[in-house]
């Protein structure tokens, strides 16, 4: 725009001469002429993008028929070139062609492949635009059609629009509330005051709103989140939810993007829209988007495999022109809602070709397009529904091929290409498949493994499609911001192969475990959980693994669309968190080189979230729910690759089932028939699904055949069998014993005749002998009375003599106790002395005369002579001390002229221990020693006869108790010979008791058999003929179960019609691989008892 003083108006004349000099035409400055022109040229071109910035292609030009004469009456300048595609040169003040404003592009292998921008003049025009109408303080809204670059242009100029601008995005779906707008507005503003919202300081905060017309109409026609946005936009704020008080937004501006009304999108309000300057964005053009891909790949091309970079223009030429012939002849359709393409689509092909190994897999022009055909195919193809679209999409591949490349490749070359980074676990390099039978066995080591480590295991069959699915995923997964969208009917494995693929690539796989409370909060503290583990783990990937039974609340797939979209939710952490999100990312934003500022460590947060956190959605498109989702939330299409998954082909049902009819029990026998089995399976499923067709088309009734339908049928098919299997082995085995059993009956009656005329003489003769012998026993025990009566008194005397004899020793054990105190009190005083105690009274050259006493008593008891040499001369011996402790005390006892000798010391009253202490300690002890000595030796002089009398006492007690012995003796023999007798007349008892029931119990058995045979004699025949019929009946049971388990699982839903037509194509089926049925084949006859057939009738139960 013009500088402020250009369009400034003069000041008036001041007076005549002035108004004279006014009135004259002056010729203009040169600068002033330049300036003029500037601001004519600035009108011209602001008149372009105000009054016609949001016409369609289709109106541009007679948009620019009816200004351009107006225009070029104005302004001069004006060229006669589309007006839309020029832009203003200052310097030349005219206008020049964008296109020659466009800055040249350099690939750099380093550039995270989404931060990758190759200008065109229609990038340039844009970044033009909203620079200016940013810093202009306007808002903008951006339209067109789905993948013209909308948001990558904003996107773009967000990421550099500098320091003086804070950055915010938000994306809208069908399910946006007015609550997510507040949300996101008190999340992404700063709070100055409590009334008052705004950018940091120093900036001003953009807020990019993206899908804005998303949002649903409610049910008076109006918009809650358009209205907010009006509001703020209209009055600077907005009313607090909680406490309802005004809250100021100041400093904002927003920039918004969305598509044209329908398919979902709303008409937005013209009250809102009234707010912004509001730009078309055309669709790119073939030559722009060859521009954009041959760029990237060419650069690419050039720094890894600089030969063939020639095939870049021709590869990315025959991929536009592709791109706009499915756009063109594949379009969206209820069935086929997901058919909608945009530039993501070649740009996600493009960046699957950027993955691939330089040295083993891109070796020449064949490689690379090998390579390109495999990356065209997973993009486009993968996502298409049927045979038919994917033959014509193989078709135009050859013939874009063979146009743009001059290369012709047969379909059957490319159709099942595989590339992976599953091969090798060490450098996960991404290379083409080596063979069928390595991928398989790839495949099964990493099932092998998973299951090792994993509580939950799966048993998963790597049939060909699941071969492909897996590969598929497992592609996806590796690349940044790399989600899937996998659809198909229940049980066809999506989450399965999502597993095993997060397995393979080294990453955890999350997902929600759905409760009775399990609500909005719940699933976005999983998804805060899923986001901070991603950071926790320096950006190591993560898949979340999404079905659609798990949407208890529509809002589930508001977040996921976010995240798929900007890889945030708005407002889920709180602002304590939000600094815990900062300090875990502030070492990864470091490390990635980013400024140590918070807006840029929280924005380097969410593109680890974009690019790590894998968001893998498991669909199914049965139902309406699949239809609405896609167009409510169009992040999960445009954000996501797509993979289709088919029903099961036969190949796969009969490699399922043949894994598992051999993992069946071997007692059924399924091993030598389990190809003939496995044919039957699948053709039971396939005849059930074309039969669900027919019975649409006829009763308009829709019913569906899944894979989990197929399992469930196999399930039933081994369950049943063992059931039905053993059952008739048990009828027949209890008609085969019954008839068996009868005839041992007759045999065993005539036996129990012989027997019971045998066993009479034998009882007889057992009374009878068993009489005499209760006599025999009877006189032995009289016997053994007498004998223990005689032993009785033997006893009591050996008890008198036993109790004289202790008491007489306890009483000389009493005197001896009252003696032997003093004696260890002696000894024990004796033990404290030692050769210091010994050697003190020794040195006594004259000792006291207690001492000498003392020692003179002790001389005395060693028989030595009485005097205090030698008493020294005593003392001088080593062994002192010990003679005195092992003196003979007993020896002295009976020497009564040695005692009496001691007397004269003893009976002394100075010889008391306690007067010798006063005199000598060691001597008190020796005199303790004497007295203790004179003690014993009177004790034991004095109980000495009493010991003559225990001895004599003992000697009785002892004769009396031999006695006693040899009574005992005899009467234990007496005693023994009775009970041998007794246990002889018991076993006698026992015998002829034993021999009388025998012969009862023969009798019992007799009249039983007898009656037995009258009642059932004539049903042995019948039971033969029973038998006959349950071996045929065995015979056809593997083929009847397998058709009752296929009657089951799938024949619930049919009329009568439709159900016999399905048996009538299964026993055809079954008699072709020759597995035994029963041609008149009735689920009631195979299934139920007749009893329990009759009893239903009798309860009212219809007869079908």
Known sequence: FPPPDVLKPQDPPQDNKDKEAAGKAQPPAKADKKELALARIYCAFAAIWS???????????????????????????????????ISVNDEEANFVPVAGNVPDFEFDEGEPFFNILVPTAETTLQRMLVENLMHGGFHVLFSGETGV???????????????????????????????????????????????????????????????????????????????????????????????????????????????????????????????????????????????????????????????????????????VDMFFRITTDLLPTPVKCHYTFNLRDPAKMLQGMLMVNVKTDLKDEETLLQLWLHETCRQFRDRLINIEDRTWFNEKLVERMKEHLDSSWPISKFDSLTYGDFFDRGEKMYVVSPSEAKLLETFNDYLEEYNSINPSKMNLVFFQDAQNHLSRVARIIRQPRGNALLVGVSGVGRKSMARMAAHMAGFNCSSIEITRLYGTNEFREDIKTMMMSVIQNEGKGLVFLFSDTQIVKESFLEDINNVLNTGEVPNLFAP?????????????????????????????????????????????????????????????????????????????????????YKEAPKEL??????????????????????????????????????????????????????????????KLSRYKIGA????????????????????QPVIEQGKKDTAELIVQVDKEEAIAKEKAAACEIDEKEAS?????????????????????????????????????????????????????????????????????????????DSGFLASLRDYDKDALANNVKLTGK????????????????????????????????????????????????????????????????AKKSELKVVQDKVAALQLQLMRAKSKAEKLEQDAETCKVKLVRAEKLLGGLGNEAKSWDKKSSELEKNLQFVVGNITLAAGFIAYAGA????????????????????????????KCAEVLCDPAEIREWAIKSLPSD
């Open 902 to 965: 001691l007397q004269k010391y003893v009976k002394r009253d100075d010889f008391q221990p306690d007067q010798v202490k006063k005199v000598s300690g060691a001597a008190m002890s020796l005199c303790m020693w004497v007295r203790a000595m004179d003690v014993y030796a009177r004790v034991a002089r004095s109980i000495e006869p009493k010991k003559e009398k225990l001895a004599g006492a003992e000697a009785s007690f002892q004769a009396a108790e031999a006695k006693l012995q």
């Open 800 to 876: 008198e003599a036993a109790a004289a004899a202790n008491e007489i020793k306890t009483e000389c054990q009493r005197e001896l106790d009252e003696a032997l105190p003093e004696y260890y009190s002696a000894i024990k005083s004796l033990d404290a002395l030692d050769k210091k105690d010994i050697q003190e009274v020794k040195s006594f050259s004259k000792p006291p005369a207690l001492v000498e006493v003392v020692l003179n008593a002790v001389c005395l008891l060693q028989g030595k002579k009485e005097s205090w040499d030698e008493a020294k001369k005593l003392m001088n």
């Open 740 to 759: 068996q059993r009868l005839d041992e009956t007759k045999t065993v009656v005539d036996k129990l005749k012989v027997d019971l005329t045998r066993m």
């Open 576 to 660: 304590d968190e939000v600094e815990q999100v900062i300090n875990l990312t502030r070492p990864l934003a470091k490390a990635a080189g980013k400024v140590e500022a918070r807006d840029a460590i929280w924005q380097h947060f969410v593109q680890l979230i974009r690019e790590c956190l894998h968001i893998v959605l498991a669909f199914s498109p049965i139902g309406e729910g699949f239809r609405a989702r896609c167009r409510q939330f169009p992040s999960i299409i445009n954000c996501a690759s797509i993979d289709w998954y088919d029903p099961w082909p036969e190949e796969a049902l009969i490699a399922v089932a043949n894994r598992y």
């Open 51 to 85: 009054l016609g910035a949001n016409l369609h292609e289709s109106s541009r030009e007679k948009f620019q028929d009816f200004l351009r004469g107006p225009l070029q009456m104005f302004c001069p300048e004006t060229p006669d070139a589309n007006l839309y595609s």
């Open 149 to 319: 670059g909308k948001s990558v242009g904003i996107q773009q100029f967000l990421n550099t629009a500098g320091e003086s601008f804070a950055v915010a995005s938000a994306n809208f779906s069908a399910q946006t509330s007015s609550a997510n707008v507040v949300d996101f507005l008190e999340n992404r503003l700063e709070r100055k005051r409590k009334n008052l919202l705004g950018a940091p300081p120093g900036t001003r905060m953009l807020l990019f709103i993206d899908d804005l017309n998303m949002p649903m109409l409610e049910k008076y026609g109006a918009q809650p989140p358009i209205e907010l946005l009006r509001q703020v936009a209209d009055y600077r704020g907005f009313y607090d939810r909680k406490k309802l008080f005004w809250k100021a937004v100041a400093d904002s501006q927003f920039i918004a993007a969305c598509g044209p009304p329908g398919g979902g999108r709303m008409e937005v309000t013209p009250r809102l829209l009234r707010h912004f300057n509001m730009i078309w964005m055309t669709s790119l053009p073939q030559e722009t988007m060859n521009r954009i891909l041959s760029s990237i790949l060419q650069g690419w091309l050039a720094l890894k495999k600089p030969e063939v970079q020639d095939l870049a223009k021709p590869i990315i030429a025959a991929t």
């Open 669 to 730: 026998g399924l091993d030598s028939i389990l190809g003939e089995l496995s044919q039957v399976s699948s053709v039971i499923h396939a005849s059930s699904k074309a039969g669900a067709e027919s019975f649409f088309e006829n009763l308009r009734r829709r019913t569906y055949m899944t894979p989990t339908s197929y399992l469930e049928l196999i399930k039933l098919l081994t369950e049943l069998l063992g059931f039905k299997k053993g059952d008739l082995s048990t």
């Open 1054 to 1081: 049919f009329t009568a019609d439709f159900r016999a037509m399905l048996v009538k194509t299964w026993l055809a089926k079954a008699k072709e691989v020759k597995l035994a049925a029963d041609p008149n084949w």
